[in-house]
């Protein structure tokens, strides 16, 4: 099983440094000296987990090195964090990863100002590099991260939506900004366009990847991996592939009218008869197909050592939810 | 009293066409033709006021034409939109102009997820003119907007703030918008950047301006004018000026606790108190002189359509109060 370190020690020997200084921006940005958000966004983003999307940066970038790679790394961190600052405050979830969200320290309104501030902050990292190209992605992923927030909202409770819409509002949610990730590290690298363009669809598909095997672990548990009870989407009625597929094999979950689980223990119940029909293998094979075809799309030609950190990278998508 | 169309026909024969051109754009991104904005912004945007801050990218640019200053001044204004809907959803407010409220139509996830979107597109319209130090400048302005929110919350129903706080708050929320449009718009417009440096001066100063006599008017009615009844900043918590200068006069309203007032009609009654020290007069003033100092501001050089007509914006901010 392929870990961060794993892909790191693959990656080069410029890495360590170059994620502790995306990581010492981003506290810096985090503290605000003084600032309005001193105090609200730190522990969101010291929480942040993997930093997978800077990761995807630095390593799309080869083995470029400097200042301009570690704003981007930082500008698609800061556009993250915004999304979970916001998602939060729309879920009134009051603990992510351990840690208690803005929204439950601060409350709402100061929670979705500082989702605000967080998001036009990274434009103002990113706008340093003095790259209209790099701007351009991150607006692009930006515009397709809300807009999968608006459909998802759309579509709360709907079971009707179909497969389609559903890999619609992944690709929307969470792989556009895996794209973004990796083109404005392939464009800040010195990469050709056509680089740039392949390493993107390279993110793109382990975003897909990712968010679809995040929605088995939801249904899956455990939930001492998790941090969440089983079945949370549903009680939020975010409707995501198990349920889907699973509503295929099983007439009372085609039956089941989401709004009608409403509490943990309904919840967990309803996730056992998902994973009794199967979906979640079904789920996590569609998951692993697309891992296969994001690792086709690496471009020949790659240096061997960036070849095979992304590869790693990749089978650490899977491996985390295997 | 100058109106904008006043200011329209002082500034050139170029400005109407170019304002509707704007506003089919601006009409155009928010029914998003089958995509996840549709139905959503499109109300918040139709009723979108007077569009000063458009029609201060215009007016900065000079005579310059183009889809590249639409794409400024819609910028501008999605930027504005954004924040809109997004106070909206923080003050739970039902109507805006008249028109229901996106919150209010649509709840509040759907609201939040539709200002996030709103600000990603105007990133993603004027990264259109390939102009880094036009991203900078709104980069620059948004950041300062989501602190002047944030600070506003932080300071919520604290009466002992001070003036100069007050200031900053309506300096970032306000005023470095309407900054960021003079600057956009003379850059765009081909000026000189210690001209559009001066221009973006004089925007600061009307922005500021405006705020002030915003919060007299929250205070003076009547609510004929304002659509919404006297005392909602003091509802909201939100202390400005007007209470500021008043508790200086009036030991009652010093020891006034803001979060004691609960009711409408508790509200008007605070207005009143406030009204009867001469504290609206004294907010006015300054607001005034704010926007002398605004005129003064102007580059020597201007062309004299030009000047006339950003003169006359400037008393117009003043006018719509008077």
């Known amino acids: ?35 309005p958000l001193a105090g609200h966004a730190e522990a969101t983003i010291a929480a942040g987990g993997k930093r997978l999307r800077p990761l995807l940066v630095l390593l799309a970038a080869g083995g470029a090195d400097g200042d301009g790679l570690v704003r981007a790394a930082t500008a698609v ?21 351990g840690t ?7 409350g709402r309104p100061m929670a979705t100002a500082t989702g605000d501030l967080l998001f036009a902050r990274a434009f103002a990292e990113l706008v340093g590099n003095g790259r209209i190209d790099e701007v351009r992605v991150l607006s692009d ?16 409770w709907d079971v009707t939506i179909g497969v389609d819409r559903y890999l619609l509002r992944c690709e929307l949610k969470t792989a556009r900004l895996f794209e973004a990730a990796c083109r404005v590290g392939a464009l800040e690298g010195g990469g050709a366009d056509a680089v740039a363009a392949r390493l993107g669809e390279f993110g793109r598909r382990i975003g897909l990847a ?3 095997l995040d929605d088995v672990l939801d249904v ?25 597929l699973a509503r295929e094999h099983d007439p009372r979950l085609a039956a089941l009218q ?43 030609g790659l240096p061997a050592a960036q070849r095979r950190a992304m590869e790693l990278i990749a089978d650490g998508v899977v491996a985390r939810y295997a």
């Not at 921006?25 to 600032?35: E, Q, T, V």
């Not at 961190?77 to 009134?92: K, N, Q, R, T, W």
């Not at 208690?100 to 601060?106: G, K, N, Q, S």
């Not at 992923?141 to 709360?156: I, N, P, V």
Request: hydrophobic residues 45%; glycine residues 8%; proline residues 6%.
């Open 210 to 212: 990712f968010q679809l």
């Open 1 to 35: 099983m392929s870990t961060v370190p794993d892909v790191v020690a693959a990656g080069g020997a410029h890495l360590p440094a170059l994620l502790e200084r995306v990581e010492a921006r981003l506290a810096w940005l985090a503290a605000d000296h003084g600032g």
């Open 141 to 156: 992923a930006s515009s397709a991260l809300a807009a999968g927030e608006l459909l998802q909202r759309a579509d709360a």
């Open 100 to 106: 208690p969200t803005v929204v439950a320290r601060a």
């Open 220 to 244: 899956s548990g455990p939930t001492e991996r998790t941090g969440k009870p089983r079945g949370t989407d549903l009680l939020d009625g975010t409707v995501t592939l198990p349920l889907l």
């Open 258 to 300: 989401p709004r009608s689980v409403t509490t943990p223990a309904a919840a967990a119940e309803v996730c056992d008869r998902v994973a009794a029909t199967g979906a979640l293998e079904e789920a996590r094979a569609r998951a692993l197909a697309i891992v296969a075809d994001a690792k086709l799309r690496l471009p020949t």
């Open 77 to 97: 961190e800061l556009v993250h964090s915004a999304s979970l600052v916001h998602d939060d405050v729309l879920d009134g979830a009051d603990l992510r990863r």
